[in-house]
Structure formats: C-alpha cells, structure tokens
C-alpha cells in the first residue's frame, strides 16, 4: 500500500509564515505539522509515500530527504495546482494496478488506527461531527453507516459529519478513472475540483459503497489561533516534565518543548511554548507561543505568538504574527 500527501497548497491563512515555507513544515509542538504525520504513519507500518508537491516544494523534498534518509518516498510536482482531485490524479503512474492506496493531507493531524482500516473490506473514509461544517468536505450516510453522497464545503450542509482528509481507497484505479474524466472536463477552463467529486463519481456512477470510520482527535492548522490550540493540545499529550533544561536563572513551566543548542537565561517560559533549535532568549517572558529555529528574543513578553524562524526581536510587549526572516526592535 502507497500512502498519497497533498502538499502543493499555498497556505495563505498562515500568512506570513508561508510566504517562506509550506504550511506542512509550519512548526506546532516541536516539529513541522508533516513530521507528525508520516512519524505516526511509519510507526503504524506505512513504508512508502508519494508526496505531491507545488509551491515551495523544494523545501519539502529537502526537508523529507534529511530527516527520514531511509523512507521510500518520491515528489510529484503539481502544476498547476487545481485542488486535492488534480493533486491525488498527479500520482496515478506511481500506483500499480488494484493497488489500495491511502490518501491524508498533509496539513492535517488525525489519530486513526491504520492496522484497522485495513481491516475493513470496503473503501473507508475518516469522519468528524462538527458544530459548522462549511469549511469542510461532508460525507451524508445512511442508517447502515454507508455513505450517499460527499459534497465539497457546502454552502447548505445537509450533515455535520466532516471529512477530515483521511481515505482508504481500495478502488484506486476506479478513482483514478473518475479523477481523469473531471480533469478533462475541466481542462479547458484550468478549474479547480477536489477528491470529492472523483469519490462522488464513484458513488453515483459506479455504485462504490463507501464506509466511514469515526477519527479519533482531528488538529486543526489552518490559521494563527488554531496552530496555537494544536500547539497547546499536543504539547500536553508528551511528557515534557521528563525533560530536564539547565538554563540560568529561568523558570520553565511545562508543557515546554525546547530545540537543541539554544541559549536562554533570566526568562520564564511556559506553559505551551515550543522553542526551536538554536535560538536565544534573554529577559523575555513567553506563554503560549511557538518560536521559530534561529531567533532571537530579548526583553520581550509574549503571548498567544507565533515567531517564524530567523527572527529578532527586542523590547516588546504584544501578541504577534511574524513571518520568517525578520527584525524587529522596539528599543
């Protein structure tokens, strides 16, 4: 089995952190939103990825080469990017015929159990009630748990049962088919369409019975406040207290993830901060914040922040959306 990432978008509500760098490499409790996916996909016995990249994708391929050496992945380049169909349809020549493959995007955290949907004997895709459910795919069921119809962000939903962007698809070269006549349909007018339409395609044209599983907990990325609440989420579930800092005369209240070789002192840090590697703080006080690799803080007070990677910053007292690469000084 071949696991699909889409990972060619934009991210512009984490504007200015991804005008630098993928929102899957966007930090959030001490490593990039792409590492803890494919770190719980490989645990689970995932050992071969497709990763679909586009903007910055570079990045990506250079950042998934260093940290797994040994992972069988390759890079697809998506161009142009006209959504998660044409995306997942990119990979078609790297799946064999009547293999399943396994599709999540890659800005998404879901605890799921992968030994278990293979177990299942039908295409399964994950699903999570929430209050509003426009911004989202929606999966309709029936009284048997099969799914009637998927329909991307709808204006009107007529379920509150969002896909969270985990698909077992065993029918892979029936949706590859499907994918195939939307992308040529659309062609001539470079329209975007999404894994929806080829699943519903599926279901209206070829009568797929499609299952769903209930996704355990679901992190939301999307934006500023929801990073922060993954980042305070996660942070909780590790066993940070085991982790001893030996930093001069600074307070560490847990759950603080700290990177390598960074230098801090006469600070208090915490809770929910993640730190990354080689970074300088002095005299500052953060809560609830993630900072960037390679920056550097004095005399600030900051809280519910993110500091991008790069980054000076003294004398302040605000709540911040920093980008990479940048300086500020309130001195």
């Known amino acids: ?23 899957a490499l966007v930090p959030v409790a001490g490593k990039p939103i ?16 497709i990763f679909i990249i586009g903007y910055l994708g ?25 959504g998660t169909g044409h995306a997942v349809y990119m990979a078609k020549d790297k799946i064999d015929k009547g293999e399943e493959i396994l599709i999540v995007l890659g800005d998404t955290i879901v605890d799921f159990d992968l ?12 699903i999570k009630k929430v209050d509003d459910p426009r911004a989202f795919g929606v999966a309709e069921i029936d009284d048997q748990g099969t799914i009637t119809r998927v329909v991307e962000k709808p204006a009107i939903p007529k379920s509150n049962n969002a896909l969270v962007g985990v698909y077992l698809i065993r029918e892979s070269e029936l949706l590859f088919e499907c994918l195939d006549k939307i992308n040529r349909k659309k062609a001539s007018n470079t329209q975007e369409f999404s894994l929806t339409d080829g ?19 679901w992190f939301d990325c999307g934006s ?31 759950p603080v993830v700290i990177g390598a070789n960074c230098k801090i002192s006469n600070s208090i840090l ?4 993640s730190i990354g590697e080689n970074t300088v703080i002095e005299s500052s006080i953060v809560t609830d914040s993630i900072i960037g690799t390679y920056s550097h803080l004095e005399t600030a007070v900051l809280t519910s922040s993110i500091i991008g990677s790069d980054t000076s910053l003294k004398g302040l007292r ?7 690469s940048t300086e500020i000084d309130f001195t």
Do not use: C
């Open 224 to 254: 500023k406040e929801s990073l922060l609440a993954t980042n305070a989420i996660l942070l909780n579930r590790l066993n940070t207290e085991s982790k001893k800092y030996n930093f001069s005369n600074t307070i560490i209240i847990h």
């Open 318 to 324: 605000q709540s911040l959306n920093i980008g990479d």
């Open 58 to 82: 570079d990045k990506i391929e250079d950042y998934i080469s260093q940290r797994y050496p040994k992972l069988k992945s390759s890079f697809v380049i998506q161009e142009p990017r006209l």
């Open 34 to 49: 792409l590492s803890h996916l494919v770190d719980q996909l490989v645990l689970q016995g995932a050992d071969e990825f």
């Open 115 to 126: 030994a278990q949907l293979r177990k299942e004997d039908r295409s399964i895709l994950g």
């Open 199 to 217: 699943i519903q395609k599926m279901i209206e044209e070829n009568k797929v019975v499609f299952k769903t599983f209930q996704a355990g907990n």
């Open 270 to 273: 915490g809770p929910n901060v």
């Open 1 to 23: 089995m071949k696991v699909i990432v889409p990972v060619a978008g934009i991210g512009s509500k984490l504007r200015p952190h991804t005008h630098t760098q993928p929102k």
